[in-house]
């Protein structure tokens, strides 16, 4: 079984920052794309970023220049260094990770729990 586990969300001012990051746990081999989508209250949820095994990168537009994406290839690791926040941030920010090639085989996407993130004064 593979799970993801996030981590870094919290209450932030306007104009700072937070670093979410996101693990995959169990025997994993390979991710080939890994990402954040967030969902604010009575919003559907909508992507955020994602990241390719390749470092290949996509990004919403209302994120772009101030949220950054990064992976760690070795520790099935996904990182979103979040700028410039603005209260319109603020949402459930969930884990995503597609193609998951781990010890017992190939794994379609999961999701991971998903974790506060509230951009207020």
């Known amino acids: 079984q593979v799970q993801l586990v996030e981590s870094g969300g919290g209450l932030v001012q306007p104009g700072g920052s937070l670093r979410l990051s996101c693990a995959a746990s169990?025997?994993?081999?390979?991710?080939?794309?890994m990402g954040w989508y967030r969902q604010a209250p009575g919003k559907q949820r909508e992507l955020v970023a994602t990241?390719?095994?390749?470092?290949?990168?996509n990004y919403a537009d209302s994120v772009k220049g101030r949220f950054t994406i990064s992976r760690d290839n070795a520790k099935n690791t996904v990182y979103l260094q979040m700028n410039s926040l603005k209260p319109e941030d603020t949402a459930v920010y969930y884990c995503?990770?597609?193609?998951?090639?781990?010890?017992?085989?190939?794994?379609?996407?999961?999701w991971g729990q998903g974790t506060q993130v509230t951009v207020s004064a």
């Open positions: 990241i390719t095994n390749r470092g290949r990168t």
């Open positions: 169990g025997s994993v081999f390979d991710i080939t794309t």
């Open positions: 995503y990770a597609d193609e998951i090639r781990y010890s017992g085989g190939l794994s379609p996407n999961l």
